[in-house]
């Protein structure tokens, strides 16, 4: 067995519900797949002396998994004021309007029409709510309205599909595009350098206790599998299929349909580059 503290990012083991830091909570959505890993993470950050409290990404449509967020959060005895989206991906996104039911709260989401109220989220804006301090992050890549969010106070960032808590995230195509997403990990990379964030807090995985290194890791695979690609059409092969039937033998045949979403967008960054 392989030892957790060995892998990318240190993945902490154990149960993924509960406590991940000081101002985190994780209440995993019952929809564990190959695409969602144990399935959604959907947190609930607030300050520890306040009884307000943030969600984001309240997962799937599943009354049962939004009601356990809110029952959660009022054990912690906290009142849920405000939700967030770090994209729209229905594995994030879809519970979002029934939450807001539920709760009573406005959704703030980078798009429209995600968002349930005035306001919106844009970079450079920071989340206030109970006394909390979270900067958001715009982070595209995996979608163009992924965002991450910035947890100063513990050392922590929140990245939705941005970073996972284990294996590599999509790059959705044609909405996700590469050189976006190298660009967001690289804004990434400059929080655990310039800011001190040591924990991933990711939308679905285990919560990661190397930030940089798990980034770094991300960065080196992609250039990896640049470099397969074009090694790939240089051999022939032309069409996404063919390069994920070369390049993904390896993987999971239930994951090439979305291995192949990675190669589109990893061929147009070439040609884009003038590499192919």
């Known amino acids: 067995m392989t030892d957790a503290a060995a892998l990318p990012g240190q993945p902490r083991g154990g149960v993924l519900s509960g406590p991940a830091t000081d101002r985190a909570v994780n209440v995993l959505a019952p929809n564990a797949s190959a695409m969602t890993l144990d399935g959604t993470n959907t947190w609930i950050v607030a300050e520890p002396d306040s009884d307000l409290a943030v969600v984001i990404d309240p997962g799937p449509l599943d009354d049962a998994h939004l009601q356990s967020v809110v029952e959660t959060a009022e054990r912690m005895g906290k009142r849920v004021a405000l939700t967030l989206l770090t994209h729209g991906h229905p594995d994030h996104a879809e519970g979002a309007a029934r939450f807001a039911e539920l709760t009573r709260t406005h959704v703030r989401a980078l798009d429209p029409a995600l968002r349930l109220g005035d306001e919106g989220l844009a970079a450079g804006d920071v989340i206030t709510t109970g006394g909390l301090e979270m900067w958001v992050v715009p982070t595209p890549g995996h ?134």
């Open 143 to 276: 979608t163009a309205d992924s965002l991450c969010f910035h947890l100063p106070a513990d050392r922590a960032v929140l990245t939705g599909d941005t970073v996972l808590g284990r294996g590599t995230t999509v790059v959705a195509h044609p909405d996700g595009r590469l050189g976006d997403y190298l660009d967001s990990l690289r804004r990434l990379r400059s929080l655990t350098v310039d800011d001190g964030v040591r924990t991933v807090l990711p939308g679905h995985g285990p919560v990661l206790d190397d930030a940089q290194g798990v980034i770094e890791f991300y960065l080196a695979h992609r250039a990896h599998r640049l470099a397969q690609v074009e090694t790939a059409v240089e051999a022939g092969h032309t069409t996404a299929a063919d390069v994920v039937a070369r390049v993904y033998a390896d993987v999971d045949r239930s994951l090439w349909p979305a291995a192949e979403l990675s190669v589109r967008a990893q061929l147009e960054y070439l040609r884009e580059h003038g590499l192919i």
